[in-house]
């Protein structure tokens, strides 16, 4: 047998156990949201390693359709999708979180590296052990890195031939200019390769609103988990029990937004700071975009991608673009 070839990314692309950030600047970051006009909390916070659990959870919800969706174009259109990637020398996988999504992608694309990228250390260091043994060929270099803000990879990873996985509409969570620009980041990290890129699209309020405010509340719970891990990094005193999830859909911009409510006036205190909240109040944590075909065509574009193509799911809920660098 061949030795499992994995390895974490040295210590410049690694961060600490779920901590999305330098210490500092995680705190910074997390009180200028809280005390801002319109409080809010950077949704990258939602992912430490139970936070990351509980969403591998919600994708196996009956509401939660996209991970479904997904995963039937993945699988019903693998020949395709090879054919249009072409020849994959590092399969990057933006979010990976479990790394299950870009695993069922290794018998069609054949990739000789795997590049898992994830905020939370812990839950990739676990996904990345059962790899390396289940696949024993693929030279595994894991990066925990909040590639909203940057996207440094590795020098050990070639720039020929690298396809950028970017699944599960996660381009979703930020607003279409943030997404332009991070899509422009891709491409610029992968000239001659391309991107694979999983969209929700528009749909009825009856059908999303559901889909982040289950029946069982474990979308309520990954949302109340944030404040657990906020007052780890900022050492604030929330209590999760003067908290609400409240979660709906804005049909002007085509978008879910999340929010954590307080069910009664509170104080909340940190070290270097406070706010008081009234009862009614909301934090805002996350966003979720949905388009349609021509919009997010047209985001790719903008760009700079080229030969783009895409494929949906039998009923049209959702979209997995190719795109060319």
């Not at 200028?32 to 509980?54: F, N, T, W």
Request: glycine share 6%; net charge negative.
């Amino acid at each position: 047998m061949v030795p499992p070839r994995s390895m974490f990314a040295p210590a410049s692309h690694a961060l600490a156990e779920d901590s999305p950030g330098a210490p500092a600047q995680a705190s910074q970051e997390l009180q200028a949201g809280l005390l801002a006009p319109s409080p809010h909390i950077d949704p990258k916070y939602l992912y430490d390693r139970l936070g990351s659990s509980l969403f591998t959870a919600i994708t196996l919800l009956p509401e939660y359709y996209p991970t479904r969706c997904e995963a039937e174009i993945l699988q019903e259109h693998a020949a395709d999708i090879a054919a249009h990637a072409g020849k994959v020398e590092a399969l990057i996988d933006v979010g990976a979180g479990d790394c299950v999504k870009a695993e069922r992608l290794f018998a069609s694309l054949q990739p000789r590296r795997y590049v898992p990228i994830d905020i939370s250390a812990g839950y990739l260091q676990t996904a990345v052990q059962r790899l390396q043994h289940a696949h024993p060929d693929i030279e595994i270099m894991a990066v925990c890195q909040d590639v909203h803000d940057t996207l440094d990879l590795p020098h050990a990873i070639p720039e020929r031939n690298r396809l950028f996985f970017y699944p599960g509409s996660s381009i979703g969570n930020l607003d279409p200019g943030r997404a332009a620009r991070m899509l422009a980041r891709i491409r610029a990290a992968c000239p001659g390769g391309g991107l694979l890129v999983g969209v929700d699209r528009v749909k009825p309020r009856s059908i999303l609103e559901p889909a982040y405010d289950d029946a069982l509340r474990l979308t309520a719970a990954f949302n109340l988990n944030l404040l657990r891990h906020v007052n780890q990094l900022l050492g604030s005193d929330f209590q999760v029990d003067d908290w609400s999830h409240v979660a709906h859909y804005d049909e002007a911009n085509s978008r879910i937004q999340m929010f954590l409510q307080a069910q009664r006036d509170v104080l909340v205190r940190w070290p270097a700071g406070q706010r008081r909240f009234a009862a009614g109040q909301r934090i805002h944590t996350e966003n979720s975009y949905k388009y349609t075909p021509e919009k997010f065509r047209d985001l790719l574009a903008q760009a700079g991608f080229r030969d783009i193509q895409h494929w949906s799911d039998e009923r049209g809920w959702f979209s997995v673009f190719s795109a060319r660098a």
